[in-house]
């Protein structure tokens, strides 16, 4: 199985949205016409995206291990989705699921939904952030013990292996 494989269900438009910003080198797919309709946002709503983006970054972060300082980028998050209006809705089989109530609705509603979902699964916390500074890639965790750190062994684990076994020898 490929190291970067999509997140399953919602988890997969949280995964997208927040790796629209490479940290590495800078580049905002969110600057792009193709990159908002990627997401079903009009450009007008790319301030709100980016800021959803980094809020969803930094409880990624979390999940793998790294707490930011202080209570600020994760109860972003939190600040964020309070006020995306969900209902449950049952279906015929009487599964019950959280809806946005806003048609179509909005990129934070389709958010919220992708979270509840993940959250009630389980697989909300597998959603991480590559450790790497100067990466910090969203991927999802499908490692038995869920410990993974880096979005690829083979980039971003064998940087970090090589600088640390540098660091011993010199």
Known sequence: MNERDSAPGGLALVEALVNTLDV??????????????????AEPDVPAARALREALRAVCLAHAGHRPPGPGPVAELDRLLADVPLRVTVDEEGAASLRP???????????????????????????????????RWAYYDRS????????????????AKMRTYRAKRG
């Open 24 to 41: 590495e080198t800078g580049a905002d797919t969110l600057v792009t016409a193709d990159g908002c309709a990627a997401l079903a946002i």
């Open 101 to 135: 109530t806003e048609e179509p609705p909005g990129l934070t509603a389709r958010v919220a939904v992708a979270v509840a979902g993940a959250s009630a699964d389980g697989t909300w916390a597998r959603l991480k952030v590559c450790e790497a500074a100067d990466c």
């Open 144 to 159: 038995p013990a869920g410990r993974r750190r880096w979005c690829s062994m083979s980039v971003c684990g064998a940087r």
